[in-house]
């Protein structure tokens, strides 16, 4: 395939940034989007160009390191999908494909698509964690977990931090995020002593690191490719409810 990228190349953070046009010819269909990317930066440096940084490692969807909007898409348009392991056979011969880093406030631009993440370590930092003293592996049935938290903390655990929740919302909220690093500490019996100041100092780190707030568009779970659903946040906000309710000393609480 021949294919026409237009990248947003940027500097550095105080740079103002510009959208730069590339053309690549030969692009096999087999190729991961991320290797297409590759094929381009070796032309460049052959050229004596500065190749387009982007953000990568495990490149098998494990990680969370890749973070691109493609075409106005968190990781693009197959969902489930991260863009490393997105393939070229997704797009078509003579197809203009726009690449982006992702926008919100709490992700600023380091340099073209890398984007600084660390407002998602101040919130694990904050709460994403236990103390409690586990000791080594226990019998897999000497401590009963109901099925369904099982799996729901299972579900919320393969969250990979990628980002792509903030990215796609347009209030550039984390909650999904939040939400499921809450949820899967918050069903298992090890995180219950931390439970509801974990959830409080979690979303207060949420807020303070520039993330917006949520209002239940549903755009994270559509853009998540680990299929984390939006019923994660509504875990969150009742943990959230509970634990100001402690707080306040409010009765039945």
């Not at 011969?93 to 631009?109: K, L, N, S, Y």
């Not at 600084?116 to 370590?121: E, H």
């Amino acid at each position: 395939m021949n294919l026409t990228l237009r990248i947003w190349r940027q500097h550095g953070p105080e740079d103002k940034g510009r959208m730069v046009t590339y053309p690549v010819q030969d692009v096999s269909p087999d190729m991961s989007f991320l290797e297409m990317l590759d094929v381009l930066n070796e032309r460049l440096i052959l050229d004596g160009e500065e190749p387009v940084a982007f953000d990568h490692d495990c490149r098998e969807g494990i990680c969370g390191a890749c973070s691109l909007m493609i075409n106005g898409e968190a990781h693009g348009p197959q969902r489930g999908t991260t863009a490393c392991q997105l393939h070229m056979r997704q797009f078509s011969d003579g197809d203009t494909i726009d690449i982006e880093p992702w926008r919100a406030r709490a992700f600023p631009v380091v340099k073209d698509l890398v984007v600084n993440r660390n407002a998602f370590d101040q919130i694990i930092a904050a709460g994403g964690y236990v103390t409690a003293p586990t000791g080594s592996a226990p019998e897999a049935h000497s401590v009963p977990v109901p099925k369904a938290d099982a799996d729901a903390a299972f579900s919320s655990a393969a969250c990979i931090g990628c980002g792509a929740c903030v990215a796609a919302c347009p209030n550039g909220s984390g909650m999904l995020f939040t939400a499921a690093k809450i949820t899967q500490l918050s069903l298992l019996p090890q995180g219950q002593p931390e439970r509801y100041t974990r959830v409080i100092g979690m979303v207060d780190a949420h807020d303070e690191a520039g993330f917006g707030g949520c209002t239940n568009v549903g755009e994270c779970a559509s853009a998540c490719p680990k299929g984390i659903p939006l019923n994660t946040i509504g875990r969150l906000n009742r943990d959230y409810l509970k634990a100001t309710a402690k707080r306040s000393g409010t009765p039945g609480s």
